[in-house]
C-alpha cells in the first residue's frame, strides 16, 4: 500500500531535549516537505526537499533541522525544543517537485508537546 | 506574493442540502489549485485538483469545484451532504511560474447536521 509513515504518532517531552520525527515514503518520490498544523493558522511548511540532498526552508524554519540522505526518508529534527513548537506535525510526499500538478500524500501526523 | 484565502471558518449545512467551502487565491501567473480533506486524527487526503482546461472539476466522493478565473475563486461544491462529510477541508494552491512551494489555506471546519 502506498503510503507515508510518521513516527511516533504522539510524543511529550520536556523543553531542550533532542527529538526526531521520522518520516518514509514508500512510492519513490522526489519530492518530501515537512508542515506543522495550528488552530488558526492551518498548515505552514516548515522545511521541503526536491531530491535527494536537496533541501529548502519553508515559511517557518526555525528552530528545526531536516536531512535527505536517502530518498524515501525525511527527518524532521528539533535540536532544542520549546514549548512555541507543540504542534500538530505532518509529512508529505509527492511523485516530483517538477510536476508540480501532481497531489501530495500526508502522513498521519504527529502530535508533539514540549513542557 | 502567492496568497490563498478560506473566508469562512466553519460551515454548517443539513444533511441533504447542497455544500459550498469557498476558496479564493491570487498568484501572479496561472495557478494550480487543490482541495484536501482531514478527517479526525488522519492526514490531508486529495480531493480534486484544477491544472487546465474545464472549470469545473470532479472529484472524489461526489465532490466538485468551479474555476472562476476573474473571480479568482474555486469553490468545492456538493450538490447532497452526507453526516459523513463533516471534516476539515483545505484549499491550496501553487503559482505557475514561483519554485513549488505550495500554499495551504486556514481550513474551513465542515459540519453537516443530520
Known amino acids: 500500500e502506498a503510503q507515508v509513515t510518521q513516527n511516533p504518532r504522539y510524543l511529550i517531552t520536556v523543553t531542550g531535549k533532542k527529538l526526531t520525527v521520522t518520516c518514509s515514503q514508500n512510492?519513490?518520490?522526489?519530492?518530501m516537505s515537512w508542515y506543522r498544523q495550528d488552530p488558526g493558522l492551518g498548515l505552514r511548511q516548515i522545511y521541503y526537499s526536491m531530491n535527494v540532498e536537496v533541501t529548502d526552508k519553508g515559511d517557518v524554519p526555525e528552530g528545526y533541522k531536516v536531512s535527505r540522505k536517502e530518498k524515501r526518508n525525511f527527518p524532521l529534527i528539533l535540536e532544542s525544543p520549546s514549548p512555541n513548537q507543540t504542534s500538530l506535525y505532518f509529512c508529505?510526499?509527492?511523485?516530483?517537485?517538477?510536476?508540480?500538478?501532481?497531489?501530495?500524500?500526508f502522513g498521519d501526523g504527529t502530535r508533539l508537546s514540549i513542557l | 506574493a502567492q496568497s490563498v484565502a478560506q473566508p469562512e471558518d466553519q460551515v454548517n449545512v443539513a444533511e441533504g442540502n447542497p455544500l459550498t467551502v469557498k476558496c479564493t487565491y491570487s498568484?501572479?501567473?496561472?495557478?494550480?489549485l487543490f482541495w484536501y480533506v482531514q478527517y479526525p486524527n488522519r492526514g490531508l487526503q486529495f480531493l480534486l485538483k484544477y491544472i487546465t482546461g474545464d472549470n469545473l472539476v470532479k472529484g472524489s466522493y461526489g465532490f466538485e469545484a468551479e474555476f472562476n478565473k476573474s473571480q479568482t475563486s474555486f469553490h468545492l461544491k456538493k450538490p447532497s451532504a452526507l453526516v459523513s462529510d463533516s471534516a476539515l477541508y483545505f484549499c491550496a494552491v501553487r503559482d505557475v511560474f514561483r519554485d513549488d512551494k505550495i500554499i495551504f489555506g486556514k481550513g474551513t471546519r465542515l459540519h453537516i447536521l443530520p
Open positions: 508529505a510526499s509527492s511523485i516530483s517537485g517538477q510536476y508540480s500538478n501532481q497531489p501530495q500524500h
Open positions: 512510492m519513490n518520490h522526489e519530492y
Open positions: 498568484v501572479s501567473g496561472n495557478p494550480y
